[in-house]
């Protein structure tokens, strides 16, 4: 649970700022939306191999 601490005479759209800024951090949502389905391991790391070898192509188009 999230616990933000609400200054005195803090407006109440800054707390929520700061609230949802807090909550992206801690990933809750993303880990939830990755549980709700399962994926195999091997797809998991197939996608993996593939992300890396995008990023190495990003990264060597940019060098040269």
Do not use: C, H
């Not at 700022?17 to 091997?42: C, H, I, M, Q, V």
């Not at 995008?54 to 188009?61: A, H, I, K, T």
Request: no cysteine; proline share 3%.
């Amino acid at each position: 649970m999230l616990i933000i601490p609400i200054k005195d005479g803090e407006n109440i759209d800054r707390a929520l700022k700061r609230y949802k800024r807090k909550f992206d951090k801690t990933g809750t949502l993303r880990a939830l939306r990755e549980r709700k389905n399962f994926t195999k391991p091997s797809v998991s790391k197939r996608a993996q191999l593939q992300k890396a070898a995008y990023v190495q192509r990003l990264r060597e188009s940019f060098e040269n």
